[in-house]
């Protein structure tokens, strides 16, 4: 299967938005009993701003498609987020997902670099992103990537 890369274009917002909120449960820490159905629809009205977000130029969205235009996923994501500490600019991952049939072929590999080197065209030197500890498979995924943890969120339920 080829894997082609591309940025994506008003019509693909719903493709987005459906694997992403199909895929956000893997990425509820376990210490969340909420209802998917709620995930969902918070999931899918939090994505509706991707529609007019598309064109602007320190945005990334990426598609994931193959040879016959089949979608397989996604990568969101910006140039210029402030860290937190250093004030440096660096780029940020806000979602990368790959629905589950093409998981394993290099898709969200593929995705990832075009990211770098879209940010990379903005002088960056750092690209971050936020993980759920307990996603181990996406936790392993970076980790190949050279993703290195700077910090952990920590929360605590309160009665």
């Known amino acids: 299967m080829e894997i082609l890369i591309r940025k994506a274009k ?3 917002i719903p493709n987005i938005i459906n694997l ?3 895929v956000s449960p893997v990425s509820i820490p376990p ?3 909420v209802d998917m159905k709620l995930v969902e629809t918070f999931r899918k009205n939090d994505l509706e701003s991707l529609s007019g977000m598309v064109d602007l ?8 498609e193959d040879e016959k235009g089949t979608f397989l996923g996604h990568l969101l994501g910006f140039a210029g987020d402030i860290e937190s500490v250093t004030g440096e600019k660096q780029g940020w991952i806000f ?3 790959v629905d589950e049939i093409y998981r394993r072929k290099g898709v969200a590999q593929k995705l990832t670099q075009k990211f770098i080197d879209f940010i990379k065209d ?17 936790v392993g995924f970076y980790e190949k990537m050279g993703f290195i943890e700077e910090r952990k969120r920590m929360a605590k339920k309160i009665n």
Do not use: C, M, Q, Y
């Open 10 to 12: 008003l019509a693909d």
């Open 57 to 64: 130029p320190h945005v990334g969205i990426f598609i994931a």
């Open 95 to 97: 979602d990368l997902a």
């Open 122 to 138: 903005f002088g960056l030197n750092f690209v971050g992103l936020l993980v759920t500890s307990a996603n181990k498979e996406a």
């Open 20 to 22: 992403a909120s199909k």
């Open 31 to 33: 210490t969340r009993t």
